[in-house]
């Protein structure tokens, strides 16, 4: 099997640092690369559980041995299941970038940047008789803003409320 890892070392803020700070910091920067940046230790796992295609793990490469477990799992699922042309990109930088891009005051030691997934409603997994409120960004591919509700009881008062604010049920 091919190695699909490709080990970079940051000591500057260069290009791929920058193109990481812009997925932290830039929507429509994740929007136009298609990828999200995930900081935390639980939202990791969860990335991981949930099967998403992790482009990127970043470290200062002082990681314990638990940290280089969860690396070493990345390495081995994503080397199955990446596409025939992606890389993941291990990605080690001095403590100082990485501080930049970590929010936290005690950073996690690692954070990733992740394909986001595609999916479609047909993929959508909803209990019995869910509430769905979907709120469409204004401005975005000239949508206006549209609520759309599925309630299991009657609606009428919630129709008017969302009605009076410029909302539809439709």
Known sequence: M?????KLLITAENAEFQIIESLKL???KRAKNNEIFIEGIESIKQAFKAGLEITRIITTGNISSWARGIISQFHEKQALLLP????LKIVEMSDILYRKLCDKSEPSEMLVTASMPKLTLDELKLPQNPFILVLVQPGLNSTPLKVILSV???????ERVFSRIGCSNR
């Open 2 to 6: 091919e190695d699909k890892t490709k």
């Open 26 to 28: 830039n929507r429509s």
């Open 84 to 87: 025939e042309n992606s890389v």
């Open 152 to 158: 299991p009881f009657p609606c009428n008062s919630i």
